[in-house]
């Protein structure tokens, strides 16, 4: 299970990224705990300068743009062969 | 450059729709298409070189590199350009504000930033481009750039720090975070996709407003009398500028619809310098914006900081009809 946090205080392009990672999630079959963080003093906590981020059990994986679904899909896989190997 | 979509409208309009070019709506019409296509490809162009610079020097690197360095004054002048190249979304000026105050960075410098990125965006360089040419681009640019190393100075020597949301003062208290910059480890080919999908998706953003703004525009070149406002506002009285700016606050436009309704007032008498102040007005400081900052600053500070900003918009507004 991955926990995915969307980080952004509500602007299209956050909303852009939000749709494109639970695009990205249903396409790989990738059982995730999906948030969006919206509060501001919540989002410094990751120490991020631009926003739209996302946080992939809980580090900073794209930060400043809207990922591509070729970005999400490598740092997903590569999430899951990590959690494979450590078991 | 553009002699090819010249020649695309013309068979366009002349040609497939039978427009005479000799009318007032094939003229028009021709006007039109020929600006919108020309600027929705510099706009492209633009948002993919920002998109490029983006990659390889991120604001984390810049924050990075003014901590570790001196540089004796130059640090406002190297973040307001920054501010320029970087990509503008409003959302993000606040973690960017938060982020670098708790870096350690002079409020000053973090403001210079703060200033330029909406004021020196990808789509009013983009409009510029298309409507004035390369020379006025620049002088906006350049205006631009500087107007937010100033104020960002000036806002620094007033001390501000001290109206900061108590929130975020007693994070500058706390031991500044470093945070080295590190490289992402992508080459060139691997971050281009993401770089075209965000220059198409801005340009898809913009479409309607670049759309409507040069319809209007096109609308009023035929309706609009020459030396129409040139009676009534353009004759050089120097209280135009300030009045231009502040009916330019309350109004939150874009820069893409905002550029080809300024192109007419200028064709039809308003000078230069009246019509870049009202546009650096709307599209640098907005009642968003101001709701947005809220959540960092106290009302006093917005207050100081649209208050400065303003002043030296009316400035570059002045010295423009002055020199140009």
Known sequence: MRTIKILGTGCPKCKQTEAAVRKAVADLGVTADIQKVEDIQDIMLYNVLSTPAVVIDEEVRIKGHVPTATELEALLSDERLISVEFK | ?324
């Open chain 2, 1 to 324: 450059m553009f002699t090819w979509i010249e020649w695309l409208a013309d068979k366009l309009v002349f040609g497939i729709l039978g427009i005479t070019p000799e009318t007032h709506l094939g003229e028009a019409l021709h006007f039109f298409i020929y600006d919108t296509v020309k600027i929705l490809l510099l706009l492209f162009l633009i948002t993919f070189i920002m998109g490029i610079v983006n990659a390889y020097f991120p604001v984390e690197r810049l924050r990075s590199f003014l901590q570790r360095n001196r540089l004796f004054g130059l640090e406002y002048l190297l973040a307001s350009i920054f501010g320029a190249v970087t990509p503008f979304c409003s959302c993000s000026s606040v973690p960017l504000f938060i982020g670098f105050v708790r870096g350690g960075i002079p409020i000053g410098v973090t403001f210079a930033f703060l200033i330029t990125s909406p004021l020196v965006n990808e789509v009013a360089l983009a409009l510029f481009l298309g409507m004035f040419g390369l020379e006025t681009t620049l002088i906006y640019a350049g205006s631009g750039i500087l107007l937010g190393a100033i104020g960002g100075w000036v806002l620094g020597r007033l001390r501000v720090e001290r109206y900061l949301s108590d929130w975020v003062q007693k994070m500058a208290t706390q031991p500044a975070i470093t945070g080295d910059y590190t490289e992402g480890g992508q080459n060139f080919l691997s971050r281009l996709p993401a770089i075209l999908q965000e220059a198409r998706s801005i340009v898809r953003g913009v479409l309607l407003y670049v759309i409507i703004g040069i319809g209007i525009g096109a609308a009023m070149h035929g309706y609009v009398p020459e030396g129409f406002f040139e009676q009534y506002l353009g004759g050089g009285q120097w209280w135009t500028v300030p009045l231009a700016v502040i009916l330019a606050v309350p109004m939150y436009a874009n820069a893409a619809g905002i550029v080809p309704v300024i192109q007419v007032f200028v064709a039809k008498g308003i000078p230069l310098g009246t019509a870049i102040a009202f546009m650096m007005g709307t599209i640098g400081l907005s009642l968003p914006e101001a709701t947005l900052l809220k959540k960092v600053m106290t009302m006093k500070l917005i207050l100081i900081f649209f208050g400065v900003v303003a002043t030296f918009i009316i400035l570059s507004g002045l010295l423009f009809n002055l020199i140009l």
